[in-house]
């Protein structure tokens, strides 16, 4: 039997790290969803960096860049992380440089501290869960949180994809976070839309009018990507 | 209108103290459930120390020493964190230096961050919640967790207590923690001790045969003594 556990936070994940686990990396708004979309729409690759400079230095080396602060597209940048700006014909067969406020910088602790990094969201949750329930490893749902916060909706995800694994009757877990985020999502599940409506970091996107964004991060299965990361860039595993 | 915030690990904390705030510590299985016991049984002081080396000093003068680690009394000391082990008339008048695992810590790093530290633990709830709507100031509930993990036992009392404070009407939440918890006690209010059967700290604590210590500190409202810091020292607030 393989556990299943949930970090709730960046500062705790080397609570949690061990080599040989997969980590699921989640930023549902909108990181982890802007990713999957990406490469759903032929991207060749992400590289995940912590700060402006480094995408802009990628940038001049011919990559795509994108960057994101607080909600925002960064000034002189092509993309933030909206899901709808990687929805493009120009992202085909590109590599695209990409930092963001929470995403990018929970991919790059788990990269630190475990060989497997997968990238997830509501998007491909059904996907992430039927490659997981091959793999006979333990598997951290890794929550990206905001700026070092526990935050409702990627425990949503992480408590769908907690479900979604104990109920192959392959995986148990002993962990609290994962068994209250189940709990939390069998509550929710129904309309997450309706539940996130009081959630800080869904208000935070109200006020910056992404009501279409957070409809479509929201979305379940709406495709088979899935991320990885190899040598310090994500790529298609399949 | 005040904010009821849940902090639920002590690697966290730092992203919610504000020093006007009111800090709620809370050790449910056993730390602050046991030390609420103490007071209610006459104790006088207690000193929340790190180390079990501090401890013994203070016992050397005069204190009575109490230490705790993985759930078990440190040889040498006269208790550990069972709240039973304080029903004593022994403990009438006395200070009392106590360490154990995962509560002490909480409190002193609690104190470093702001003014007015409180304990907490379903004993004393109802009394809690009574004394923080009359103060007018912020509420931070701080759950000690389980070596910097989350617990659920702990977040079941914050989410306890944070719905008692906005049902006040005097309280009001932007945080994600708290509603969560709040909906997981919902859920859990019924009959905590059979939800709590799977949780990994009450597993932990049935490997020791503490089946009579979870059940105390499983009642609510027992008491309503009020633990509050006072220059290094938990004393009676009421």
Redesign the interface.
Known sequence: MNKVEVC??P??FD?FAKKESIVVVVDVFRATSAMVTAFQHGAKSFIPVSTIKEAKELSEQGFLAGGERNGEVVKGFEFGNSPFSYMNDNIRGRDIALTTTNGTRAINIAAKGVDTVLIGSFLNLQALADYLKTQERDVIIFCAGW??????ED?LFAGALTMLLLTSGKFES????A??SS??YR?ARKNLKRFLA????R?RLGHLNLEKDVEYCLQTDTTDVIPVLKDGRLVLLK
Chains 1, 2 share one sequence.
């Open positions: 709730f936070s500062p705790l609570l700026k070092d916060r526990f935050n409702m425990s002993e962990c609290d976070s068994n209250a709990l939390v509550t009081n959630c800080s970091h208000k």
